[in-house]
């Protein structure tokens, strides 16, 4: 309960902030529209030259384009800003001013830097999903919704655990925005199942980052496609790169000479 007055008291912080600059609003749902009208003109332009891409039909990549939006939000509306305000505070040395409150330093850190105007993409990722479905005709059973739902949370953990181990190596190097750049370009493959790349792509965006899990394996639990598994190795994944990132954070912190240093 705790964590969940600390969460929604920088949730009223953020949203204090964006109010001051409202102008954002408008930007942010320009940017937004412009996003889904690329991704959805993409599929446009594909399904006037085929009735199906790797098995996938209109419908159901339309769903998975829903889930690349909402997860993009939910990475832009916290985890992104929070893990480069802690990156700026390692190299200011002013990451004392969380390490000395009386909470998880890891929780705060993550936490703690909210931009309001992200949650248009969660809203426009939802109603794009609840279109797709209703297009597909499906109907979503208990066990189905349940799938989806802990494929999404695996990969929102896996997401989130990604991102602080690469954070968590700003104790060590100067210049690690590049790295959070790159995973940002490459996150938007996931605009598309990555069963319709080679090989060693599916690879590297499976294990060396993570966008299958994030994207692709939460559209193919709604979609009937997801296997016992691949849910299995999701939430095994997830559980390993969370205790992952965990120790990585314990073990970088030792590292750290601050102002009061």
Do not use: H
Not at 13 to 35: D, I
Not at 106 to 127: A, C, N
Not at 245 to 254: D, E, Q, V
Request: aromatic letters at 14%; proline letters at 3%.
């Amino acid at each position: 309960m705790n964590q969940l007055r600390i969460l929604w008291t920088f949730f009223r912080l953020g949203a204090m902030n964006e109010l001051a600059y409202r102008v954002n609003f408008f930007t942010q749902l320009f940017q937004a529209v412009m996003s889904l009208v690329l991704s959805l003109g993409g599929l446009a332009v594909v399904f006037n030259q085929t009735d199906t891409l790797a098995g996938w039909r209109p419908a159901e990549l339309v769903a998975l384009v829903g889930i690349y939006i909402l997860v993009g939000g939910l990475i832009n509306l916290m985890i992104q800003p929070s893990m480069q305000r802690f990156m700026e505070d390692i190299r200011m040395g002013t990451l004392d001013f969380m390490i000395l409150k009386p909470a998880d330093a890891q929780f705060l850190v993550s936490v703690r830097q909210v931009e309001i105007w992200k949650l248009i993409d969660i809203i426009m990722g939802l109603g794009v999903l609840v279109i797709a479905l209703v297009r597909l005709g499906a109907q979503i059973g208990m066990a189905q919704a349940l799938a989806f739902g802990v494929a999404l949370l695996a990969g929102a953990t896996i997401v989130y655990s990604f991102w602080m181990m690469l954070a968590t190596c700003a104790f060590w190097f100067v210049k690690t925005e590049n790295i959070l750049v790159i995973f940002q370009s490459m996150y938007q493959a996931g605009r598309w199942p990555i069963t319709i790349y080679p090989g060693w792509l599916q690879m590297m965006l499976t294990f060396l980052v993570p966008i299958a899990f994030a994207v692709t394996v939460p559209a193919q639990a709604l979609t009937g496609r997801l296997t016992n598994q691949t849910l299995l190795l999701a939430i095994l994944v997830a559980t390993g790169l969370f205790g992952a990132a965990r120790w990585f954070w314990r073990f970088g912190i030792r590292y750290y000479a601050g102002a009061s240093a």
